[in-house]
């Protein structure tokens, strides 16, 4: 392939002017996973979050809401990669202004992600298309239709009490394993609700991820006496890349039985 400079557009329909891309910066720990395991050696710095894979040795350059934007100048990348919810636009602005370019990733639905690791990987980073993400689509693909549904509420964050609301990655997840978010019509996407106002709703199941709040059995359960809840993996609820394969039989395993009530959404044998 040509090394020419070139322009594209990210998901926000920003153009961004490319050339090679050889060394990356990621502000995101799902993507930082997706360029490691699709060109390895690409990646020159990451957040502090970015934990996967075990024992990645780059640059750290702070936290996704934080970052050392100093730092990342001084690395050089070829590329940063950013997601419009994960990282404050200021920093971007930052970063796009000392001629960084920057490709921000906007994902709220299954198939928005497929299509947007495709488009990263392959069109910005100009990588093979991997096995992996093809493994990922036919992993959810395979889901069958689940034979009851349940109303749940889900929580983010506590001390406030924060939820999924509307036009969710995580909540989309959850709606196609049978799990339907009480608050995916609400006008905002991660609402602040008081735990009175989340009991009142009556949820017949409370997801309880342990990010980006570190959600334990002993640590929010107690704020829902009476209702089933599941403790389950936030990597796979919430990132978009490799752990995508394997989520659909995680999530499934992590919500069929909360302890304190019945079985989660049951399936044809």
């Known amino acids: 392939m040509s090394e020419a400079s070139r322009t594209e557009t990210d998901d926000q329909g920003t153009a961004v002017r490319l050339g090679p891309v050889r060394q990356v910066v990621s502000l995101v720990p799902s993507l930082t996973e997706a360029l490691a395991a699709t060109g390895p050696g690409l ?3 990451a957040t502090e979050w970015c934990t996967h894979p075990a024992g990645l040795a780059v640059e750290r350059i702070g936290g996704t809401k934080n970052p050392d934007v100093a730092r990342i100048i001084e690395l050089g990348p070829d590329l940063v990669v950013a997601n419009e919810e994960e990282n404050r636009a200021p920093d971007l602005a930052a970063l796009r202004a000392a001629g960084i370019p920057v490709w921000v990733t ?20 100009r990588l093979p ?21 349940l109303r749940a509420v889900v929580p983010v964050w506590r001390r406030p009490w924060m939820v999924l609301g509307r036009d969710t990655f995580a909540g989309d997840l959850l709606r196609r394993l049978g799990v339907d978010v009480i608050h995916a019509d609400h006008a905002e996407r ?31 359960p107690e704020a829902f006496p009476g209702t089933p809840c ?40």
């Open 129 to 149: 298309h991997p096995a992996w993400l093809d493994a990922a689509g036919a992993a959810w693909e395979a889901v069958e239709e689940p034979l009851t549904r």
């Open 190 to 220: 991660y609402p602040a609700i008081p735990i009175a106002e989340l009991l009142a709703a009556g949820p017949q199941l409370a997801v309880l991820p342990d990010e980006p709040y570190r959600f334990t059995a002993t640590d929010g």
């Open 106 to 125: 906007e994902v709220r639905t299954l198939p928005q992600a497929l299509s947007s690791l495709d488009r990263l990987l392959t069109v910005a980073c």
């Open 230 to 269: 599941a403790l389950v993996s936030g990597r796979h609820l919430t990132w978009y890349g490799p752990s995508l394969a394997e989520a659909p039989a995680v999530l499934t395993a992590q919500l069929r039985t909360a302890p304190g009530g019945r079985p989660c959404p049951d399936r044809e044998a």
């Open 43 to 45: 990646l020159v710095g």
